[in-house]
């Protein structure tokens, strides 16, 4: 078979089986999964085997573009809120590993005198990161064209960046997943304990929390329900109402008496001023109330039709109109009480409490026909990767910086990920996918990607090592593990960050997605995405502007 596309699909299609298979294989309980596929397609390309290079670039490209835009897409909705809770101290990680990678490739660059355009690309091998070679090699390149460089000696120096990104590429991705096992023993982590960690984090601020309280303050007596709240904000809904032996959905009008026993759905952060405002917690379980009331129901509904995303709460008159209470809404997997001014999105889980009739109705008004989620909604997939890709082509110009700093194929579509993620609902704009949708999409991607990579970087791999450039593996084994292992030190024992935070804080500054994709295949989880997200936009841009400034640095 010719170096044709039915060939480079196929080599595509061994390499990615083979690279699984292999991945499903463990070695004292630890596997590398998916990065199997990095190692055959450089075994296979040393021996011979070719692809187009237009082929190859294209699955590279498209294959980290799916993979991030699917993360994006994934945590997005929470993306600001975990910024908040600690996104300033992980970023300053994030910015110390960068630049202490760039302090170790200098110093090695005066110890050692190897050139420092050498160290560049070596620097980028070992710390992954292909924009930042691509950056290096267009500054170079510009500045050796301005000068009257021929265009064979450009292609030729430009090249040589790329040999030695290619030799420091496997271990740099290798070592990072070998720090990451070390830190796990040296750490003493036990998963459950640290998930369970994250898992209450979770369940705390302005998540939902359900409280069962008693009506003790003579303050309200006799007031309607309505003026008693409304100072309290909207973290807050009374689902039931216990008077004497008769349950009850309470309304805004519904005037509260001593005695009176409230099922209530509040935030975490707001439980000790519900105390304060209506009474003591009462030692009862939402079993309780549903063994004495036969009247009420409570379902789950979905939101299955297009038409409702973007639209408040409020603005369906659930209460007015039906005589039930939305009292939390299921998202992604988080439990938020249902706000008046919460955007609904496609997807939501609505809590419904009241009567059948109501609740049937609520159903009907929302969808709940799981045949409605069946449909993927490509159209803002696609069209929020047009977006990213001419975001991430944008240059930004900064003072004292000949060349303008671009955030690339894989931090412009990030960004554009989340903010469809987060702002998408409040939007009018669809984006809901099934997590096994969404699942697919990023390990198709991340397939296509180390496939790719391998394919290249294999072909010069032996030779370049042969050549001396065995020296570049130890020089990006250094650069990879100094700041590996300083900063994952720093993380866990100075800023006492989680064992799954520090996953997402090395995966995200090295800009390594097959180092993300070890973590979640080989400890189970989703979190070190969220994480990976939170460094990842300012990672990659000064990645790729610290590559630049050492290229300028070297041809000054």
Known sequence: ????????????????????????????????????????????????????TTVMNFMKDFGLILFVFSIGLQV???????????????????????????????????????????????????????PGLGAAQQTMGDIMRSEGVLASEVTSATSGLASAYAVAYPLGVLLVIALIIVFKSLFKVDLGNEKAELDKEEDTGSQARRMHCEVENPAIFGEKLS???????????VSRMLRGDEISVPGPDTVLHQGDKLLIVTSQEDVDHIRILFGKEVPMHIADWQKMD?????????????????VKLKDLNIRAHYGVN???????????VARPNLFIQMGDNLQIVGPESGVNAVSDLVGNTMTGLDKPNL???????????IFGSLPLKFPGIPQPIKLGLAGGPLIIAILLGYFGPKWKITIYTTKSANMM??????????????????????????????????????????????IGLI????????FYQICGLISGGTTDPAVLAFTQGAYGTDYPSVNYATVYPLSMFMRVLVAQLLVLLAMA
């Open 1 to 52: 078979m010719g170096p044709g596309i039915a060939h480079s699909i196929l080599v595509f299609a061994v390499v990615i089986a083979t690279g699984l298979w292999l991945g499903r294989f463990k070695i004292k309980g630890v596997s590398i999964g998916s990065t199997w596929i990095l190692f055959v397609a450089i075994i296979l390309s040393h021996f011979g085997v070719r692809v187009d």
């Open 76 to 130: 997005g909705p929470g993306f600001f809120h975990s910024f908040k809770k600690g996104g300033f101290m992980m970023n300053l990680l994030a910015v110390c590993m960068v630049l202490l990678a760039v302090g170790v490739t200098v110093a090695i660059h005066f110890i050692t005198g190897e050139d420092l355009r050498t160290m560049t690309g070596v620097m980028s091998g070992a710390v992954t990161n292909t």
């Open 227 to 237: 003026v008693v709240i409304k100072d309290v904000g909207e973290d807050l809904v």
């Open 294 to 310: 036969t009247k009420t129901v409570s379902r789950r509904v979905i939101v299955t039709k297009p038409s409702l995303t973007g």
């Open 326 to 336: 939305v009292t939390r809404i299921t998202r992604t997997g988080i439990d938020l």
């Open 379 to 389: 159209i803002p997939i696609f069209f929020g990767i047009a977006l990213g890709v």
């Open 441 to 486: 999409l990023r390990e198709i991607g991340i397939a296509f990607f180390m496939a790719a990579v391998g394919l290249g970087a294999g072909q010069n791999f032996v030779s370049s090592i042969l050549g001396g450039g065995y020296w570049w593996i130890l020089y990006g084994a250094l650069i990879t593990f100094i700041p590996v292992l300083t």
């Open 491 to 498: 993380a866990r024992y100075a800023c006492k960050l989680n």
